[in-house]
């Protein structure tokens, strides 16, 4: 008799575990649904699909947004950012890039290193200097592909206008 009630009770919270189990799905597939709903997205997408997607869309809104807080800052007449000094320059397969730029100067420092990777380049040492109300960025890299080198023309036209 002892064991008959050991079994049921062992039933019954299993069957509690599988109800709960049962509503998280749901409420899982609610969330993804309701996510999916607000991505613009003309297909109907897989749970992955989706994730994908609203990934890939917050992204896109958080490089629009910061765009868009650099030019509200330009427009803005009491602002007057100090205008972004940028040198590049090159030895063999080293490539150094050097920046100067106001303390309210506000760009993501990982777009840079981004642009120097997507162009091929490996970043080998970065460094920050604070002077007065003046910031002082120095990258070197050096080419991944020594044979293929870094455009630097390419480089500096990319850099552009992720500091502008």
Do not use: W
């Not at 007449?77 to 590049?88: L, Q």
């Not at 150094?96 to 309210?104: A, Y």
């Not at 490996?122 to 460094?127: L, R, Y």
Request: aromatic share 4%; hydrophobic share 35%.
């Amino acid at each position: 008799m002892v064991g008959e009630n050991c079994s049921a009770a062992g039933s019954s919270s299993r069957a509690q575990r599988n109800i709960k189990e049962k509503h998280r799905r749901m409420h899982m597939k609610d969330l993804i649904s309701q996510l999916g709903s607000v991505i613009p997205c003309n297909s109907k997408l897989s749970m992955p699909q989706i994730l994908d997607e609203a990934t890939s869309y917050i992204m896109h809104l958080q490089k629009n947004k910061e765009s868009l807080e650099r030019k509200k800052a330009l427009l803005k007449g009491d602002d007057h950012p100090e205008p972004t000094v940028m040198n590049i320059s090159t030895s063999g397969s080293t490539l150094e890039v050097n920046l100067i730029c106001g303390l309210n100067r506000n760009f993501m420092f990982h777009e840079i290193i981004s642009v120097l990777e997507e162009e091929g380049a490996e970043v080998i040492n970065v460094t920050r200097f604070n002077s007065g109300d003046r910031v002082i960025f120095s990258v070197q890299s050096k080419a991944i592909n020594s044979r293929i080198g870094v455009e630097t023309e390419r480089v500096q036209e990319r850099l552009k206008d992720v500091i502008l």
